[in-house]
């Protein structure tokens, strides 16, 4: 079936920094890639979608600018967190839409630690 | 806009009783309906969806759920669960368009928690 392989699945960086988290799709390719964040113990929230070649759709309250999304390939999306602070740290997961049977894949996830 | 609603947040059931999570869905349109598991720091493995046709689905696990649309319901059901299936459980929706790519909006989730 299909994969998406996302890593790091954990990562902890200092206060000020950026981590970037890539999601590739294995033996699909991916047209559209949807970056949610999950807090503990709560539901996913979608931070934005990235179609391939063309920049990501945001959504409201989610500050693009510190939250860069590439999807420069069909195979390939990356999230990064520029100048992370604490308030950042989270579960971070990609899902690639596979049109062809309407359906949806997930990354096995990224915890961001920012101390 | 869509929306859905998980009306527990946690239940606990004893290992090989039956046991029912419940979500109901709003929406102005048709959607698509899915539910999925969530294993702790992993991302989310689906367990069934429903696209069209029989209001009765089979997903993996011995995972059931059933459509419908008149209450606008799709819990999950399961005759007899195990230890393993400890867990988040999430629904979904997404809008109904055709070849493209379109959001899942997510329920709060519940937990399921199988004792012996």
């Known amino acids: 079936g299909a994969v998406v392989s996302q890593h790091p699945s954990r990562v902890i960086c200092k206060s000020g920094t950026s981590v970037k988290i890539e999601c590739r799709s294995l033996?699909?390719?991916?047209?559209?890639m949807f970056w949610y964040r999950q807090f503990p113990k709560q539901s996913l929230m979608l931070m934005a979608t990235?179609?391939?070649?063309?920049?990501?759709?945001?959504e409201q309250g989610v500050e693009k600018d510190k939250f860069l999304i590439n999807h420069a390939s069909l195979t390939l999306s990356t999230l990064t967190v520029t100048s992370a602070h604490p308030e950042d740290s989270s579960f971070y997961i990609c899902?690639?839409?596979?049109?062809?049977?309407?359906?949806?894949?997930f990354g096995s996830g990224t915890r961001l630690t920012v101390v | 806009a869509q929306s859905v609603t998980q009306l527990d947040s946690q239940v606990p059931v004893f290992e090989e009783a039956p046991v029912e999570l419940r979500c109901n869905y709003s929406?102005?349109?048709?959607?698509?309906l899915f539910w999925y598991v969530q294993y702790p720091n992993q991302g989310l493995q689906l367990l069934l969806k429903?696209?069209?046709?029989?209001?009765l689905v089979k997903g993996i696990n011995g995972f059931e759920a059933e459509f419908n649309k008149s209450q606008t319901s799709f819990h999950l059901r399961k005759p007899s669960v195990h230890i393993s299936d400890t867990a988040e459980y999430f629904c979904?929706?997404?809008?109904?368009?055709?070849?493209?790519?379109?959001?899942?909006?997510f329920g709060t989730g519940t937990r399921l928690q199988v004792t012996l």
């Open positions: 979904a929706v997404s809008d109904l368009l055709a070849g493209t790519a379109s959001k899942l909006t």
């Open positions: 033996d699909f390719q991916a047209t559209t």
């Open positions: 929406s102005s349109v048709s959607v698509y």
């Open positions: 990235s179609n391939e070649g063309s920049k990501a759709t945001y």
């Open positions: 899902s690639a839409s596979l049109v062809q049977d309407y359906g949806y894949t």
């Open positions: 429903y696209l069209s046709g029989s209001t």
